[in-house]
């Protein structure tokens, strides 16, 4: 088995790999620092796996005349021309779960910061100020209503954070789930815009694909109370942002908290730079640590494969049972 380990953001310190020794036993392993497609058009040949943290094009899935395989170190992938790999009936697996309870803590993070005001207190203190005018804005989230968007791993996390620190009424959207799923994780499954007029927090944690790309517009944040907080962590573009730029801009919500932009990294004349209604990071939801371990995973996914073992995390699931190349694995 010939596998190519590609760099990128979601693939760093791959020689610092415990269980690359343990792949390199099974597999004729090559990394690759550079993750541009010219420069993978000539290694791809005879390859029948890709581990990668960038840009899989569909150039370079064609020209991989043996792969099939495309494992991701992140959960998102939708960097990955999904509609290529399926043509050549090559199945997508991710680390869907590892970084959950890393993404979790920063979201309520970002919150308590709007809440409770954080950042704004610690920029008056900064200047000499002590104003009370950030103290009357302060809320508590005990006991309020949170609605999560997308139950899944993540999702599912944010709920138990929720209803188990700060006794929250838990709401959520999913067309993918059961009632009794959703109640599993004391969640109560109610439409879209249920969820959005009703919620005083609402999270997002749905893949990017075409079906969630804008899901979130002008229409769906004017239903939210003007005193809501919408958090944004999974992709930027699931996310209008010049919509919710704009419902900002006019206060008409309480605020946002916001590690993923719909251009990364975010430009420098980015009206969101400017709100004072916000709580941002640069896309930090998973730590150095939780990022090592979502290598670990993807390569351990890996590991299995070439032992004969059946991959997990497969994000393409009727590719998986359909692909010639997998029938007799």
């Not at 944690?205 to 004017?222: A, C, F, Q, Y």
């Not at 004349?269 to 709100?275: E, G, K, M, N, Y």
Request: aromatic content about 6%; hydrophobic content about 40%; proline content about 4%.
């Amino acid at each position: 088995m010939k596998i190519l380990f590609v760099a990128g953001r979601w693939a760093q310190d791959i020689q610092k790999s415990e269980r690359l020794k343990e792949l390199r036993k099974l597999a004729d392993v090559e990394i690759s620092e550079n993750g541009d497609e010219k420069t993978l058009l000539g290694k791809v040949n005879g390859v029948d796996v890709i581990i990668t943290g960038g840009p899989i094009t569909a150039p370079v899935i064609n020209a991989a005349d043996k792969l099939k395989l495309i494992q991701t170190t992140s959960v998102g992938y939708e960097y990955i021309d999904e509609v290529a790999a399926a043509a050549k009936g090559v199945i997508i697996c991710n680390v869907a779960g590892v970084n959950a309870n890393s993404v979790v803590e920063l979201d309520f993070g970002m919150i308590l910061d709007i809440a409770r005001r954080i950042g704004a207190h610690n920029r008056l203190m900064r200047e000499g100020g002590w104003s009370r005018v950030e103290v009357e804005r302060q809320v508590e989230i005990r006991n309020s209503i949170i609605g999560i968007i997308g139950l899944g791993a993540i999702g599912s996390r944010m709920a138990h954070f929720a209803k188990h620190a700060f006794n929250m009424d838990v709401l959520t959207y999913d067309p993918y789930i059961t009632e009794a799923r959703a109640q599993q994780f004391n969640a109560k499954l109610v439409d879209l815009e249920t969820l959005l007029k009703q919620s005083d927090i609402v999270t997002v944690h749905v893949p990017l694909n075409d079906e969630t790309r804008h899901m979130i517009g002008e229409k769906e944040l004017s239903l939210l109370k003007p005193t809501a907080i919408f958090v944004s962590s999974a992709r930027g573009p699931v996310v209008d942002e010049k919509a919710l730029i704009k419902v900002l801009q006019e206060k008409r919500i309480s605020g946002a908290c916001l590690d993923v932009y719909e251009a990364e990294p975010l430009p420098k004349d980015s009206p969101l730079r400017t709100l004072d209604n916000i709580s941002m990071v640069p896309h930090i939801g998973s730590t150095p640590g939780i990022m090592g371990e979502m290598r670990e995973t993807a390569v351990w996914n890996v590991i299995r494969v070439a032992k004969g073992q059946p991959p997990m995390n497969v994000q393409t699931p009727k590719v998986y049972y359909t692909s010639a190349k997998w029938q007799k694995q």
